[in-house]
């Protein structure tokens, strides 16, 4: 079996929100086998990994990829893209420094979001999977459920992606959080 196909499974299961009991209901597979390919002990016939891939709206080139060499694996200082958030798009005085660049083949997502000062995530938001942070510079309030938390340069975080959370910006300069989350969510 290729490495990874049952960790995008279960990622492309999650991220669709799905039990393993739905996904098999709906691919006409056993839930056993299904926990089975998910955890990298056994593989699936070729006619269950398309109906898979079909209920998950999924290509089988996304659970096959690979990449090679430097590209896909070293991102360069001064050539991460840069998004710059705006109300509609998940904030205000919001720019992700993306550590690494979208793509499909990534379970993780990893950003520096670089908050100005006012500046906040629109929020709360919630979705499956997890996050974990690490405040390289400035001062941060990390919302995550009722609980608010400050968090000082050097400070760290983690917690479950289903729980409500936002964040903004605590301090009188920029702050800076190196933030990864699985899967990616935008």
Not at 30 to 40: A, P, Q, T
Not at 46 to 52: A, D, E, Q, V, Y
Not at 101 to 108: A, D, I, R
Request: hydrophobic share 40%; charged share 20%.
């Amino acid at each position: 079996m290729p490495v990874g196909l049952g960790t995008r499974l279960k990622l492309a299961r999650q991220t669709r929100g799905m039990t393993l009991k739905a996904l098999a209901q709906a691919a006409n597979c056993s839930e056993s086998l299904l926990s089975k390919i998910e955890n990298g002990k056994a593989s699936p016939s070729l006619p269950m990994l398309h109906r898979i891939i079909k209920v998950l709206d999924k290509n089988i080139g996304w659970f096959f990829e690979e990449s090679h060499g430097e590209e896909g694996m070293i991102f360069r200082a001064g050539t991460r893209p840069v998004l710059t958030l705006d109300p509609l798009r998940r904030g205000k005085g919001i720019a992700l420094e993306r550590i690494i660049p979208y793509s499909p083949g990534h379970l993780l997502q990893c950003n520096i979001h670089h908050v100005e000062v006012g500046g906040e995530s629109a929020g709360p938001i919630q979705h499956v999977g997890e996050e974990v942070g690490y405040v390289i510079a400035g001062e941060v309030e990390l919302i995550v459920g009722e609980r608010r938390f400050h968090l000082l340069e050097g400070d760290a975080f983690a917690f479950n992606s289903d729980l409500p959370h936002h964040y903004r910006n605590a301090g009188d300069r920029r702050a800076s959080i190196f933030w990864v989350n699985t899967p990616a969510t935008f």
